[in-house]
């Protein structure tokens, strides 16, 4: 399963390659969302391409993203202020005394300031780190679909919830971020032939266990770790990686778009790393076809997953 990627935040890279457009309405209505207290997650690579708007569209996003870090920030500098003065008081007690309680407490509220001053320190720096362009499962990426003719650039959910599905699928099946390929014409049959969608990715991550990662027996472990693992092409290339997508509708409530990531039977080299899933990025050639699809010539769309990019992953413990 690939549980978390390195994409190509800003959409803009999309239309330089591939002549895309940007659906603004869609963004600008998933930031506004947000700012009014939804709980989407956009990675701060996807606010930054904001960050210099040029058309009115634009300079309503920034502001919707101006408006949510604004609060953001005042909530943190809240937490701040409680936290600090639990240590302040841990600290006091433990002067005279030293007790569990309070030794516990010193330690959950220096963490806590931490993450709080981290967590500013991100919403202020204007410099680009690889991890604001990193995804998890519950957070939004740009992916490229086609409309009318037109590939078009929209932001989607990286966790797929099928049309019709209740809002509670989300909790109940969790895995619903990877789309296996053994199971297109099963669980994702309403999509496979009839949305389908690219996101580009520079890296993805796996978690693994130590002992396979190390290839050694589970027993010879006092306890088996989880790692978690950083693939990345040796040479270098972005991955156009196959998604399904869906348009969820409910009467009172906003569309969610939200996508999941085809996976399949590994490379040798993912293998022997101690995983048995892989993403699976296609071929650039193939991509108006595999955006056009029919449901009733699957056979063209499994070739083109079959005939995919295959890079050599290189592998090493994530920072």
């Not at 309680?101 to 320190?121: H, N, P, Q, W």
Request: charged residues 30%; contains cysteine.
């Amino acid at each position: 399963m690939c549980y978390s990627a390195q994409i190509q935040a800003d959409y803009r890279r999309y239309v330089k390659m591939f002549g895309a457009h940007m659906d603004i309405e869609k963004f600008a209505r998933l930031y506004f969302e947000r700012a009014e207290g939804s709980k989407a997650k956009i990675p701060k690579a996807v606010d930054d391409a904001f960050r210099d708007p040029q058309t009115d569209a634009e300079r309503q996003i920034k502001a919707s993203i101006d408006r949510f870090n604004t609060e953001q920030a005042s909530k943190l500098e809240q937490e701040l202020f409680k936290q600090r003065t639990r240590l302040a008081d841990a600290e006091r007690t433990l002067q005279t005394k030293t007790t569990k309680a309070a030794t516990e407490s010193k330690r959950i509220a220096a963490d806590k300031i931490e993450a709080s001053l981290r967590r500013l320190e991100d919403i202020k720096r204007t410099e680009s780190k690889a991890r604001d362009s990193r995804i998890f499962p519950g957070t939004y990426a740009p992916v490229m679909v086609q409309e009318n003719g037109e590939f078009v650039v929209k932001p989607m959910r990286y966790q797929c919830r099928l049309a019709g599905k209740p809002a509670n699928y989300d909790a109940r099946y969790p895995g619903t971020y990877n789309a296996r390929r053994d199971n297109l014409q099963g669980f994702w049959k309403p999509c496979f032939g009839y949305t389908h969608g690219v996101m580009l990715v520079d890296v993805f991550y796996e978690n693994v266990s130590r002992a396979k990662l190390e290839g050694t027996l589970l027993e010879t472990h006092e306890k088996d770790e989880n790692v978690v693992l950083e693939f990345r092409p040796s040479n270098g290339q972005l991955m156009h990686v196959a998604c399904l997508w869906s348009r969820w509708s409910k009467p009172g409530e906003p569309d969610l778009l939200s996508f999941a990531a085809i996976t399949d039977e590994p490379p040798s080299e993912v293998e022997a790393a101690g995983h048995d899933r892989c993403i699976v990025p296609i071929k650039p050639e193939n991509i108006a076809a595999w955006l056009n699809p029919s449901a009733s010539d699957l056979k063209t769309m499994y070739a083109i997953l079959d005939d995919r990019d295959r890079p050599y992953y290189e592998h090493r413990l994530a920072a």
